[in-house]
């Protein structure tokens, strides 16, 4: 019988991207007598409470949620500075257009931190664990900050794995890893178990991943109710929730970048083939209706121009897609001067209707 990851095109690709200690970073970031102290973003009256702590203030045991009173008491040094909600949410802002370069599928769990499914990436780098190096990099280079990412086939060990080599760091768990890697662990660090639920499971013997591996489907169910059966899953490394958009898209696009700039209009078909492929695969895939096709071109000179065209019916086809373009793009070409980058974009979605169409085939067939 194949091991799992001798089929891994099967598996999903998932990335985890936690910025580290984000809002402490931030202000370590704009004010430069903060680095390298311990900081605190909280309040710092009787009631305060620790919203983020830099990593110095950790070493001390500092963390989030602790009264301010008390982390003081624990670093008498510790430097408190008020909240600034408005830039955090700025500069997540910034990261999640870096993240939608490459995926439409960004699930934001907070203002730092986000799943990725790559498995039909906007932007290919051949694999999940590139895509994750090039954000990081962008992150680092476009906000001044460093941020973690876990790569892995799904959510729960993703997660795990940006947790690995924080902070700064990149860790992949590949699907041969996956099951010897949670044996270890203990149970509170798996998502979903909170320190209540941990202490319910070290009261029936289950302290590590193997302990909770050892449980029959159930007893986990008849003990933990409708959970169980995600922990039965999650001590095998198995996770099957999906990464769940925020928000209905509104387009699908892809571009793509020459070596040497283009000239000629029978380069352009097959030049486009990569930017077709990945279109119609997130197209496709999210089972969504289009009607506008938008193509972009920019030259030499980086001065860019955009054509579009509405169909009167839904884009069933990705033949409809390349006609489209092509028709878009032909009287551009022999181009003024030379296209360094050509894209190709839907818009005008619409899921609903997707799902309406689906429905009438499946009751015509």
Sequence with gaps: MPHPSDQASHFRRIIHIDMDAFYASVEQRDDPALRGRPLA?????????????????????????????????????????????????????????????????????????AYLDVTAPLIDRGSATAIAQEIRARIREETGLTASAGVSYNKLLAKLASDHRKPDGLFVITPRMGPAFVETLPVGRFHGIGPATAARMNAFGIHTGLDLRRQT???????????????????????????????????????????????????????????????????????????????????????????SRSCASPITSRATIEQVSFELLRPHFPPPRGVRLLGVTLSNLDAAAASQDQQLAFALT
């Excluded at 007893?219 to 999906?242: Q, S, T, V």
């Design 41 to 113: 973003v909280g309040g710092t009256g009787e009631r305060g409470v620790v919203a983020a702590a830099s990593y110095e203030a950790r070493r001390f045991g500092i963390h989030s949620a602790m009264a301010s009173v008390t982390a003081r008491r624990k670093c008498p040094g510790l430097v408190f500075v008020p909240p600034r909600f408005e830039v955090y949410r700025a500069v997540s802002r910034q990261v999640h257009a870096i993240l939608a370069c490459y995926t439409p599928l960004i699930q934001p769990l907070s203002l730092d931190e």
């Design 217 to 307: 489907l159930d007893f986990l169910k008849a003990r933990f109710g409708k959970a169980g059966e995600y922990y039965h899953g999650a001590a095998r490394a198995e996770d099957n929730r999906p990464v769940l958009a925020d928000r209905q898209r509104k387009s699908i696009g892809a571009e793509t970048t020459f070596a040497s700039d283009l000239l000629a209009w029978d380069q352009v078909p097959p030049a486009l083939e990569p930017v077709f492929a990945k279109v119609w695969a997130a197209y496709d895939r999210d089972g969504l209706v289009g009607r506008t096709v938008t193509v972009k071109v920019k030259y030499a000179d980086f001065q860019q121009i955009t054509r």
